[in-house]
């Protein structure tokens, strides 16, 4: 076998010869999932939070609905943000089709979800240890829930790469709503459909591996720095 | 003299009348009325499972009653409670008190002097900056008091506060609960340790098996009680 078929040979030049092409493909990756991954974040652990702690008729339907949209398919998502942001759709005309803010905005649908489904789970417990005593203190179900998602703060950055993890695996609706343009919407996981299409199946899985030690090293960090405040913190 | 009783009659009594409480099917406190007032020190005693720390909770208001009324004879007065095991946020000593003082409005230049001040009434100044739940059982519940002292409550319940501790933990916090009591706090407080209800009581509530058996000063309970469960308990023979 040649050393050019070796995808881990592939994956170390193209990460050694610094390739322009490469690097705005990576950045661009991890800028469409971080930003969906904050913003889902910023709307998710309240949405989460208050599920918890609000007692609703339906509210057992509602959670039900949320567990199930974790598993909704990616190409589904990406179909419904397509068919919005479409010129003919009903926000066709702020012309985000085809563009990572419509990437953004389909990964947001699939990562939501799955924070504020886990959320749920992880305010709820917590809330059980927490109750009696927030409330002989004074707080307003409203009150607790900053107080609730702080103190779950570890568990719930476990939540978040978990969300992270989704969005910079998916591939389905980021193609679909980002169309896989050159140097405008191509990310890694879409390179990688192409690559394997095209039967450059060394780089394809170089590009795989280069995404996996991405996500690895992002969970790492999060890992260390959660241990060391966990460490500090008891 | 005087006008620490007057302070203390300035807290509203709270009347119990008729309650009751049942949780899915179970009588847990049958009928009862009993009052507060003053700021006495109540010792509410009786064998684990009578129902000392729910009539507690009832008075807190963290459970409503299944039946009956539950009402303060005028305004309701600023409340706190210890429990049995202190839960402490997951932040520093300091900050689980600073954060009781957001939570009341005080404002934020106040706060810290205000939560180091209660640390150091209370032996913890050391630790402020350590996490509250690395903190020893006595530290915690010693912390869980400084954070009652610093809502100035004119009424604070206490569920069998020192039930997990060492004696040395257990006399720091009936020196707390006696300075609660000398800044005119009404003390309504469950054991089930008769030395701990003869050093501290100047009431006691017996119950038994769900219901009051008796509220009696503490002179007449420890030396005549009235019903023979109490009288057994006395002397340590109730088995249950």
Redesign the interface.
Known sequence: MAASDNPFYTALTMIMSMDQRLFDIVTLSLQVSLIAVLVASLLALPLGAALALWRFPGRNIVIVMLNALMGLPPVVAGLCVYLLLSRAGPLGHWGLLFTPSAMVVAQVILVLPIIAALTRQQVESLHQ??A??L?????SPL?MIP?LL??A?FGLLTVVLAGFGRASAEVGAVMIVGGNIDGVTRVMTTSIVLETSKGNLPLALGLGIILLSLVTLINALAHVVSEMAKR??? | MNAETTMCNDIAPLHFDQVRFEHRGHRLLMPTSVSFSGCRRTLIMGPNGAGKSLLM?LA???LRPSGGRIHWQGTPPV???V?QRP?L????ALDNLT??LA??RVPRALRKARALDALERFGLAALAKR????LSGGEQQRLALARAWL?NPSVLFLDEPTSALDPAAIKAVEDAVNAFHQQGTRIIMATHDLHQARRLADDVLFMYSGQVLEHSPAEHFFKAPQSPEADAFIRGELVW
């Open positions: 240890e927490y009696e005593q409330h002989s203190l004074g707080l009150r107080t702080w103190d703060r500090r913190l008891g | 909770r807190h208001g963290l409340q706190a409670m429990f839960v946020l997951r932040r520093s954060y009781v939570v009341h996490p509250a739940r690395v809502l």
